[in-house]
């Protein structure tokens, strides 16, 4: 059984930076993980997700170069670096696992954490 917490979350100026974790317990082994958004009245998207080893890491087009997935197997946590942030990026932020491979599809991650908050104000 995996679970899985986000932190890092908060609220930054437009163009500052965030440095979102996310830490889980239990087995990963083998599987991709991803990062995921829902805004206010909109659906939840792929922000991004990442191979077991990292080798593969794929993106949302509006990342446009400003993010970073990465992960430290050894500690068992994600990242998510998030430079030259936007307004249009406040949302609540979710990790996921589980995964046998790294895709954009929400139903391939059957592990979820439980979110954290991101506004970026102008």
């Known amino acids: 059984q995996v679970s899985l917490e986000e932190s890092g979350g908060g609220l930054v100026q437009a163009g500052g930076s965030l440095r979102l974790s996310c830490a889980a317990s239990g087995r990963t082994f083998g599987n991709a993980m991803a990062w995921f958004r829902q805004a206010p009245g909109k659906e939840r998207e792929c922000v991004a997700a990442i191979s077991w080893g990292g080798n593969t890491r794929i993106y949302a087009d509006f990342v446009e170069g400003r993010f970073a997935i990465s992960r430290d197997n050894a500690k068992n946590t994600m990242y998510l670096q998030m430079n030259s942030l936007k307004p249009e990026d406040t949302a609540v932020y979710y990790c996921?696992?589980?995964?046998?491979?790294?895709?954009?599809?929400?139903?391939?991650?059957?592990?979820w954490g439980q979110g954290t908050q991101v506004t970026v104000f102008s």
């Open positions: 996921a696992a589980g995964s046998t491979a790294e895709t954009r599809m929400q139903n391939s991650y059957p592990t």
